[in-house]
């Protein structure tokens, strides 16, 4: 079964520490995987996305990595800010019958305390 | 939110009642998606459109039919809603078919159905 899952479920920092959510996956065949971001009351925004070669992509204060091997991928926020206190949502994109399937994960709920 | 809206952006009805919900995009996009978000779960998909008069069912189209016209309108229909349609619907867009590029969502509309 084509399933991704994250963790935790929710998490809470100190303004300013650094955090890092987990996004494991079994959707296969494997095209790409995004991280989105979604505030409270909005629709989710991209942040960044990884196809199977890429094992880092960079986006500001926020860093995904990919482990295609073991099907991991994790987004590391350095320096938190007030504003990053959202959803993040990892989602991965497989091929199935001509056109790519995408897989949502149920999101790590992140909040970031002065 | 990339020049899409949707509305209303909340409604509350009642068990049986009909509810349409409406999409418009301003990018002249040629896929358009819906999807429900519900606690604990990702965005699920609903039904989608490769074009004008194009659609197809998503995961979890039951009670739920789509229509659109226009390139730039796709409607959700709940015939006769029922409190498990009780959620949170997201429109997306995207310039390519699915899994190819980054989909771009609303801001989503909260329904409650009574």
């Known amino acids: 079964k084509n399933q991704v899952e994250q963790s935790p479920q929710s998490l809470i920092i100190l303004e300013g520490k650094n955090c890092t959510l987990q996004?494991?996956?079994?959707?296969?065949?494997?095209?790409?995987l995004r991280w989105y971001k979604q505030d409270t009351g909005r629709g989710p925004v991209s942040l960044t996305i990884?196809?199977?070669?890429?094992n880092t992509k960079s986006n500001g204060r926020y860093t995904a990595t990919l482990d295609a091997d073991t099907k991991q991928s994790s987004l590391h926020i350095t320096a938190s800010q007030l504003s990053d206190s959202a959803s993040y949502i990892c989602?991965?994109?497989?091929?199935?019958?001509?056109?790519?399937?995408?897989?949502f994960g149920a999101g790590t709920r992140l909040a970031v305390h002065p | 939110d990339a020049g899409i809206t949707q509305s209303p952006r909340h409604k509350v009805t009642e068990t049986g009642t009909p509810v349409t919900l409406r999409c418009h995009q301003t990018?002249?996009?040629?896929?358009m998606y819906w999807y429900r978000q519900d606690p604990g779960h990702g965005l699920r998909l609903i039904h989608y459109?490769?074009?004008?008069?194009?659609?197809d069912k998503g995961e979890v189209s039951d009670g739920y039919s789509v229509s659109r016209s226009k390139t730039e309108d796709f409607l959700l229909t709940l015939e006769s809603a029922t409190s498990s349609q009780t959620s949170v619907y997201f429109c997306?867009?995207?310039?390519?078919?699915?899994?190819?590029?980054?989909?771009?969502f609303g801001p989503g509309t909260r329904l409650l159905v009574l």
């Open positions: 997306a867009i995207s310039e390519f078919p699915p899994g190819q590029e980054t989909q771009y």
């Open positions: 996004c494991n996956y079994t959707v296969s065949p494997f095209s790409n």
């Open positions: 990884m196809t199977f070669s890429e």
């Open positions: 989602v991965v994109s497989g091929g199935f019958g001509g056109y790519n399937k995408l897989i």
């Open positions: 990018e002249n996009h040629r896929y």
């Open positions: 459109s490769y074009g004008v008069k194009d659609t």
